[in-house]
């Protein structure tokens, strides 16, 4: 069993940037598929972006590309994923997600084997 947390979330103004973390932890060599999803009240999650086990390929959905980056640490256990330029649209809960059990790049939720309980992000003045 993987447990993942994340961390970095919270309250910041339009323009302004976040970097969250997902650190793993239980059965797991750390190189798994990693990725991100994120969830607004009343909508369904959607995936933002993910990386493969070694970092050297991502994917990033139309709305965050040029402005999020998603990195890791298999040494640490940890992804991460930095936001710039950050809009009131990107307001949502960010989940963490790893082992990609579907098709690459993985962009639905059963893509995914282990989760975490999530980040709140807040974009407003």
């Known amino acids: 069993q993987v447990q993942l947390v994340e961390s970095g979330g919270g309250l910041v103004q339009p323009g302004g940037s976040l970097r969250l973390s997902c650190t793993a932890s239980g059965v797991t060599s750390g190189s798994e598929t990693m990725a991100w999803f994120r969830q607004a009240p009343g909508n369904e999650r959607e995936a933002v972006s993910c990386i493969s086990w070694n970092g050297a390929i991502t994917h990033y959905s139309d709305s965050v590309k040029g402005r999020f980056t998603i990195s890791r640490d298999n040494a640490k256990k940890t992804a991460y994923l930095q936001m710039n330029s950050l809009k009131p649209e990107d307001t949502a809960m960010y989940y963490c997600?790893?082992?990609?059990?579907?098709?690459?790049?993985?962009?639905?939720?059963?893509?995914?084997?282990?989760w975490g309980q999530g980040t709140q992000v807040t974009v407003s003045s």
């Open positions: 997600a790893a082992l990609l059990v579907g098709t690459w790049p993985g962009t639905r939720e059963s893509d995914y084997k282990y």
